[in-house]
């Protein structure tokens, strides 16, 4: 059973506008999530990381938030650029161990 | 050549073959990672490699053989593939092992299994 889901595949926003992608996870032990981009024949780069000691990280026009009781994690970008365009993956580890993957949201910013 | 690097990009494999990936960082990790991405499926974690020792090995069939000569190599031996082993093959390295450590992606092999 996935332990970290991405419920929107696709997500497509104005130039300018805020983008905001979301991320639900079940396992209450995970205490640092990370944020990847990927562009299409290229790997995942790392994006923004956050720990469960915060509730929000901030790097630029990249904002990530967690919602501990929730169990939810969203990154915020803002303004969005056409070059923000790719897919954007989520992943969760708890105390060191291995990182767990959503399945991924295709953001497209269109000009 | 700088952070992680793949080859070959793309394979297309008889499930009768045998054939290798490779993957090499530049960026001094002591850890590496293979993963599996199938289509609308999540990243999942294959083999972890600390320091040239397997440290995990997520029960993984036996037709995938992993190799780590030194911390800047890693391989992926493959032999009778099934078609469903058809996927996205990434490599990533991290400072150290475990979920504590931004990991860095190479692009990938995209291998097919006919």
């Known amino acids: 059973d996935q332990q970290v889901k991405q419920n929107s595949p696709s997500l497509s926003v104005q130039e300018g506008r805020i983008s905001i992608l979301n991320c639900d996870y079940t396992?209450?032990?995970?205490?640092?999530f990370l944020w990847y981009k990927k562009y299409p024949a290229e790997g995942p780069t790392f994006l923004i990381s956050?720990?469960?000691?915060?509730d929000k990280n901030e790097d630029g026009r990249f904002t990530v938030f967690l919602n501990k009781s929730a169990k939810h994690l969203s990154l915020h970008i803002v303004p969005s650029q056409p070059g923000d365009s790719a897919v954007y993956f989520c992943?969760?580890?708890?105390?060191?161990?291995?990182?767990?993957f959503g399945t991924g949201t295709s953001l497209t910013v269109i000009p | 050549e700088t952070g992680v690097t793949q080859t070959p990009r793309h394979l297309v494999m008889g499930m009768t073959n045998k054939k290798s990936l490779k993957c090499e960082q530049h960026?001094?990790?002591?850890?590496m990672y293979w993963y599996k991405q199938s289509a609308k499926k999540p990243l999942e974690l294959m083999f972890v490699?600390?320091?040239?020792?397997?440290?995990e090995n997520n029960s993984v069939p036996s037709r995938f053989s992993p190799e780590c000569p030194n911390s800047s190599h890693l391989f992926l031996h493959l032999h009778t593939l099934q078609p469903e082993d058809s996927a996205l093959y990434l490599c990533?390295?991290?400072?150290?092992?475990?979920?504590?450590?931004?990991?860095?992606f190479g692009p990938g092999t995209r291998l097919t299994v006919t």
């Open positions: 990533a390295s991290s400072q150290g092992a475990g979920g504590s450590y931004e990991q860095y």
């Open positions: 396992n209450s032990m995970f205490d640092y």
């Open positions: 956050i720990s469960s000691i915060k």
């Open positions: 992943a969760a580890s708890a105390a060191g161990n291995q990182f767990y």
């Open positions: 960026l001094g990790h002591n850890a």
């Open positions: 490699y600390s320091l040239e020792e397997r440290v």
